[in-house]
């Protein structure tokens, strides 16, 4: 068996095709690299821009609170003055598979005046043509493009000797079909996945310093290779049938395409229509619409006019305060249609990505990766947590027309979240289960394989 693969290594890349195949691979893994460093460097410059506002937020409340000379109508201010910057812990491997990382907002800027449909509009994407244009990470080339180039090395295992007429000769070689196909799987399957590993491995080595990112790894390693394993098995199963290697590529490249393009397009499509999300233009209309009805009865409840700036200022915020409060009010069932809505799209997308080995390979390298859409939901949901907290907090003096003290900043809300981190095992145990199922139907028919 050995001296078997040993000679399929030195004759594979001896197949002009084949090393043209595996050049396309190096080149797209090139790309990925690029491409994912580029993107981290970017992940992490933008946290650490947030960080300094955050910081400069904090030198500006700890000056003003230290200010004693300030005047009491200036102090008043203080609640509208706080800023809080929440951040988003870096994703461990977002440039191996960047998943929701370039478009959704890993900060957020809190404040009295901030809301729950306006927290979030800032995105991570610079240049809306990167939508369009997409873009290529390790994830992709091994979901997309690593199965193209095993099922163009692996379409003919058996298929080509068959048409050829020296099945019988090289079976009487190998000793058995399954030892021959074993021998003729292994190194092909080593060919594409050595040098995505080797590729991984380099990414490790010159990317940061982020906690649990080599587990990580290990485990989005596993289910690309899983993921592998499944598409040569696929093409053992196929080489296994009585078609000629022609009608075997054909069946192969028709398999990829209906898993990887066909049926992942049409999952997003009944997503899309089963869960449609409320329009913005209600929330916006209904935001408006509470902001100028509660402005008019404000104004029509405290016709007084304040006789001192400080009194002046303290119903100025009191209105503020008591304005936003009502639209928060009134727009509340809209967001909570838009979280009800959200939600169930991601339980239809997971429920029906079970379908497509592609969908399962994708979403658990992006979990593995820290940049699945649960992830990014689940920032969004604590931010908006945080926001009501922060928004009582700062209400509260507000509401006394109480000025805050150095002391009270000790008291302030703090944002602290962290994603939750597991490795995919149900989306390891099925691709597992199909590539064994595939490995044991090949194996019964090749064992009971007799040729003419």
């Given at each position: 068996?050995?001296?078997?693969?040993?000679l399929?290594l030195?004759?594979?890349?001896?197949?002009?095709?084949a090393?043209?195949?595996?050049?396309?691979?190096?080149?797209?893994?090139?790309?990925?690299c690029?491409s994912?460093?580029?993107l981290?460097?970017?992940?992490v410059?933008?946290?650490?821009?947030?960080?300094?506002r955050?910081?400069?937020a904090?030198?500006?409340?700890?000056?003003r609170l230290?200010?004693?000379g300030?005047?009491p109508e200036?102090?008043?201010?203080?609640?509208?003055?706080?800023r809080?910057?929440?951040?988003?812990?870096?994703?461990?491997?977002?440039?191996?598979s960047?998943?929701r990382?370039p478009v959704?907002?890993?900060?957020?800027?809190?404040?009295?005046?901030?809301t729950?449909?306006?927290?979030?509009?800032?995105?991570?994407?610079d240049?809306?043509e990167?939508?369009?244009r997409?873009?290529?990470?390790l994830?992709?080339?091994v979901?997309?493009?690593?199965?193209?180039?095993?099922?163009?090395?692996?379409?003919?295992?058996?298929?080509?000797?068959?048409?050829?007429?020296?099945?019988r000769?090289i079976?009487?070689?190998?000793?058995?079909?399954?030892?021959?196909?074993?021998?003729r799987?292994?190194?092909?399957?080593?060919?594409?996945?050595?040098?995505?590993?080797a590729?991984?491995?380099?990414?490790?080595?010159?990317?940061?310093?982020?906690?649990?990112?080599?587990?990580a790894?290990?485990?989005?390693?596993l289910?690309?290779?899983?993921?592998l394993?499944?598409?040569?098995?696929c093409a053992?199963?196929?080489?296994?049938?009585?078609?000629s290697?022609?009608?075997?590529?054909?069946?192969?490249?028709a398999?990829?395409a209906?898993?990887?393009?066909?049926v992942?397009?049409?999952?997003?499509?009944?997503?899309?229509a089963?869960?449609?999300?409320?329009s913005?233009f209600?929330q916006?209309?209904?935001?408006?619409?509470?902001?100028?009805?509660s402005?008019?009865?404000?104004?029509?409840d405290?016709?007084?006019?304040?006789?001192g700036?400080f009194?002046?200022?303290?119903?100025?915020?009191?209105?503020t305060w008591?304005?936003a409060?009502k639209v928060?009010?009134?727009?509340?069932p809209?967001?909570?249609?838009?979280?009800?809505?959200?939600?169930a799209?991601q339980r239809?997308?997971?429920?029906?990505s079970?379908?497509s080995?592609?969908?399962?390979?994708?979403r658990?390298?992006?979990?593995?990766?820290?940049?699945?859409?649960?992830?990014g939901?689940?920032?969004?949901?604590?931010?908006?947590?945080?926001?009501a907290v922060?928004?009582a907090y700062?209400?509260g003096?507000?509401?006394?027309?109480a000025i805050?003290r150095s002391?009270?900043?000790?008291l302030?809300p703090?944002?602290?979240?962290s994603?939750?981190?597991?490795?995919?095992w149900?989306?390891?145990?099925?691709?597992?289960?199909?590539?064994?199922?595939?490995i044991?139907l090949?194996?019964r028919?090749f064992?009971?394989l007799?040729?003419?």
């Amino acid at each position: 068996m050995l001296r078997l693969i040993a000679l399929e290594l030195r004759i594979v890349p001896r197949d002009r095709a084949a090393l043209c195949l595996l050049a396309v691979l190096l080149g797209a893994l090139v790309l990925a690299c690029l491409s994912g460093r580029a993107l981290m460097q970017s992940q992490v410059d933008g946290r650490a821009a947030a960080q300094a506002r955050q910081n400069e937020a904090t030198t500006q409340l700890r000056d003003r609170l230290a200010d004693a000379g300030m005047p009491p109508e200036e102090a008043i201010l203080t609640p509208y003055r706080l800023r809080q910057v929440l951040i988003a812990p870096l994703p461990v491997l977002v440039d191996a598979s960047a998943g929701r990382a370039p478009v959704d907002p890993y900060t957020a800027t809190v404040s009295m005046r901030a809301t729950r449909d306006t927290l979030f509009q800032r995105t991570g994407l610079d240049n809306p043509e990167l939508l369009v244009r997409g873009g290529i990470d390790l994830g992709f080339v091994v979901v997309v493009l690593a199965p193209l180039v095993l099922i163009g090395l692996c379409y003919g295992l058996f298929a080509a000797d068959r048409d050829s007429g020296v099945a019988r000769l090289i079976l009487a070689q190998a000793g058995s079909p399954l030892k021959l196909i074993g021998a003729r799987v292994i190194p092909r399957l080593v060919l594409v996945l050595v040098p995505i590993v080797a590729a991984m491995l380099m990414m490790l080595a010159t990317g940061p310093d982020v906690a649990g990112r080599w587990p990580a790894a290990g485990v989005w390693l596993l289910v690309a290779a899983l993921f592998l394993i499944f598409w040569a098995t696929c093409a053992a199963w196929v080489n296994s049938l009585a078609v000629s290697a022609e009608a075997a590529a054909f069946m192969l490249v028709a398999l990829w395409a209906l898993l990887t393009l066909v049926v992942p397009a049409a999952c997003s499509a009944l997503v899309q229509a089963s869960y449609p999300p409320p329009s913005r233009f209600e929330q916006i209309a209904a935001a408006r619409a509470a902001e100028v009805a509660s402005t008019e009865a404000y104004e029509n409840d405290h016709p007084e006019i304040a006789s001192g700036a400080f009194a002046g200022r303290l119903a100025s915020i009191r209105k503020t305060w008591d304005v936003a409060q009502k639209v928060e009010a009134a727009t509340a069932p809209i967001d909570r249609r838009f979280a009800v809505q959200l939600a169930a799209q991601q339980r239809v997308a997971e429920t029906l990505s079970w379908v497509s080995p592609a969908l399962v390979a994708r979403r658990a390298l992006e979990r593995s990766a820290g940049t699945d859409a649960a992830t990014g939901q689940g920032f969004r949901a604590a931010g908006n947590a945080y926001l009501a907290v922060f928004r009582a907090y700062g209400g509260g003096f507000v509401a006394r027309g109480a000025i805050m003290r150095s002391g009270d900043a000790a008291l302030m809300p703090r944002f602290t979240w962290s994603p939750a981190r597991g490795a995919p095992w149900p989306e390891i145990a099925l691709l597992i289960g199909l590539a064994g199922g595939l490995i044991v139907l090949a194996a019964r028919r090749f064992a009971r394989l007799k040729l003419a």
